[in-house]
């Protein structure tokens, strides 16, 4: 093996935690939606608290006990936040990710069995195609020079990956682009991050959106439309998860409608390539700027796989490739708030909320808090070698989420991470333009502030 150079844990890019009223005026005069830079140095540090002012009182849980309560919710008084349900409707509708109660509990039933086509090793074929395709990408970039924004080549590949497993076809791509450009305009102008909203409205005051919002709503479900009908149609015949859950009837006989069938397949689609692209962008954002760490990933490769190809059973024998992820995730979680609302006053352990309150489980905050992480705004993949499992606070680690609405495609995003991230940089190296420049902001997911430009070249 070939001599690696030493590593050692540094800082990468965040908000600078401040003191509540100037984060505030931070948060007002760049006027972006961060929700991060809003954030203030105290929420790093309370078990549970008041987090700034706000008309409808707004608490963020940092206990993990306390955390698990509040996701788990045993009484079944503390659902989805109004503010993302309403922001969301227009994309998704009342489907499993925003609904609760009862209407929850129906459509789980009606789509836990298509989700076993999720399984990792029925959907590793996507997986591989869907890496074989960008490295066609990249390999023409590279004999080409030209930039292009990281970002969107992340939002493209996990797009056509998730395309492929859902619908079985790859994802065109001008849609790809279009899709992305939509959810941008969607997240950065959704009605849900505007700062006065959240601070001075009362709850479950119903917000207007924006027409902009509206139209990329529109164009976003248009396309989900044109990919589900291609299973509706007379003859067709596929053996896929959206061909499932077209099949899947409730208790009743009931089966979903087109537009609910749209508002399910919606959620698959962006959860599934949404919060993967923005945790893949931060790895290879944070792996472009540190060259011991390649060369400790392409040392691992090449002792655990060697010249040959990336199998699924290699997936499983790459830990550090997988630490560098779950680290990237740690830091840089996709959800980054997991916004509840009391629909009855109650108690969150000895604190009292009351009805309407905005209830914050934040995992950026959690996985950043100082009793919980030893040096925790370092980015250190060792953190999860097992010989330091010691360090590890239980619960303080949900960058799927945790309780009966964890993330189903858990499994799935950490398999697909590991190979794109060993195929990919076992061909080539990444040149980010501007590194210092690159900021992390948050709406309804972690993104980069602005979108990361870049370069590769084909590995000697």
């Not at 990444?430 to 980069?448: K, N, Q, S």
């Amino acid at each position: 093996m070939n001599h690696v150079p030493a590593f050692r844990a540094f800082a990468p890019p965040r908000s600078e935690p401040l003191p509540a009223l100037i984060a505030l005026m931070r948060c007002m005069i760049r006027g972006d939606g961060d929700l991060l830079s809003l954030l203030p140095a105290e929420a790093y540090r309370m078990p549970i608290g008041p987090l700034g002012y706000s008309r409808r009182s707004t608490i963020i849980v940092n206990r993990p006990d306390l955390v698990r309560e509040v996701l788990t919710d045993p009484k079944g008084i503390l659902p989805k936040s109004d503010l993302m349900v309403h922001a969301l409707d227009p994309l998704i509708g009342d489907s499993i990710f925003v609904s609760s109660g009862a209407t929850w509990r129906r459509q789980r039933a009606m789509i836990d069995p298509a989700l076993t086509m999720m399984r990792v090793n029925r959907a590793f074929p996507a997986m591989e195609a869907g890496a074989a395709a960008a490295e066609a990408t990249l390999t023409d970039h590279a004999a080409r020079d030209t930039r292009f924004s990281l970002d969107l080549m992340m939002s493209h590949m996990t797009a056509d990956i998730i395309c492929r497993t859902v619908f079985s076809t790859g994802l065109e791509t001008r849609v790809a682009h279009e899709v992305f450009d939509a959810f941008t305009e969607f997240e950065h102008s959704v009605a849900q991050v505007e700062i006065r909203r959240l601070i001075f409205d009362r709850a479950w005051k119903r917000i207007p959106q924006k027409e902009s919002v509206l139209n990329a709503c529109r164009l976003i479900r248009g396309y989900l439309g044109e990919l589900l009908d291609t299973h509706l149609g007379d003859g067709a015949s596929f053996d896929d998860i959206a061909s499932a859950i077209i099949a899947a009837h409730d208790v009743e006989g009931k089966a979903f409608t087109r537009e609910e069938l749209i508002d399910q397949l919606g959620v698959l689609f962006l959860a599934g390539h949404e919060t993967s692209a923005s945790a893949l962008t931060w790895v290879f954002y944070l792996l472009a700027t540190q060259p011991a760490l390649v060369a400790r990933l392409r040392a691992e490769i090449d002792e655990i796989v060697g010249p040959g190809p990336i199998l699924f059973e290699h997936t499983r024998k790459l830990p550090f490739i997988r630490n560098v992820f779950r680290e990237t995730l740690r830091l840089y979680p996709p959800i980054t708030f997991l916004p509840r609302v009391a629909n009855e006053a109650t108690r969150i352990g000895d604190y009292p909320v009351k009805k309407g309150a905005l209830i914050m489980v934040a995992p950026w905050v959690l996985h950043r808090h100082h009793a919980y992480w030893r040096d925790p705004h370092l980015f250190d993949p060792d953190r999860f070698l097992s010989e330091r499992e010691g360090e590890m606070t239980a619960g303080a680690y949900i960058p799927f989420g945790i309780g009966p609405r964890v993330c189903a495609g858990a499994a799935f995003a950490q398999v697909e991470a590991v190979l794109l991230i060993a195929r990919l940089f076992r061909q080539f190296d990444f040149h980010i333009e501007a590194p210092g420049d690159v900021r992390p902001a948050a709406r309804l997911t972690t993104r980069p502030a602005r979108q990361v430009m870049c370069r590769v070249t084909r590995v000697a």
